[in-house]
């Protein structure tokens, strides 16, 4: 699976036209927005790019985030200093074109922005994700994912237990 698609940082040379995940505030996001953002460093934003095709087949944006540490799942809250805002990385969006459905193309996109988080020179403590509906409240407590805090689709992945693994 992973010869099939290389993951690099969002370039010029990319061409988002034609991406469509069949989640249109996501692609117009993609297409319209990203750039913007990137530049202004609100958040990076990394492609999965067909090695065959040169195509994008997915995204997502990764960003340096805080949450309130009384926010946090019990089990987790033990687990770290007791500051007032715990810093996180938050995966801000993240998409797979139609196309490449059915590849485990997420997961895969998943895996690399956790891993992007445990190797950062800069300190979190977890991955934080507000998923936009069920289906993707399901995906991430499927890979991990616990909800914290008073937010529906607040969910939360602790870092330490990736960095034990690797």
Same mark, same amino acid.
């Given at each position: ?11 010029t040379?990319?061409?988002r036209?034609?991406? =469509?995940s ?7 996001y993609?297409?319209e927005?990203v ?8 958040t990076?934003?990394?492609v999965?790019?067909?090695s ?12 340096? =985030? ?5 926010d946090?799942?019990?089990?987790l809250? /033990? ?10 990385a938050r995966?801000?969006r993240?998409?797979v074109?139609r /196309? ?25 403590s977890a991955?934080v994700?507000?998923?936009?509906d ?6 991430y ?8 805090? =008073?937010?529906?689709?607040q ?5 330490? =237990?990736l960095?034990?693994?690797?």
């Amino acid at each position: 699976m992973t010869s099939l698609f290389q993951i690099a940082v969002l370039g010029t040379a990319h061409d988002r036209s034609g991406f =469509s995940s069949g989640t249109e505030a996501l692609d117009r996001y993609f297409r319209e927005q990203v750039t913007q953002d990137v530049r202004r460093r609100a958040t990076a934003c990394y492609v999965a790019i067909d090695s065959a095709t040169g195509a994008v087949a997915g995204y997502y944006t990764l960003a340096a =985030s805080g949450i309130p540490f009384t926010d946090l799942p019990p089990e987790l809250a /033990k687990k770290i200093p007791r500051y007032p805002s715990v810093p996180v990385a938050r995966l801000g969006r993240l998409a797979v074109d139609r /196309k490449y459905r059915g590849q485990k193309l997420g997961g895969a996109l998943l895996w690399d922005a956790a891993q992007r988080a445990v190797r950062s020179e800069v300190a979190v403590s977890a991955l934080v994700v507000d998923a936009k509906d069920d289906a993707a409240e399901s995906f991430y407590r499927h890979h991990g994912f616990v909800p914290f805090g =008073s937010q529906p689709r607040q969910l939360v992945l602790p870092l330490a =237990s990736l960095k034990e693994k690797h």
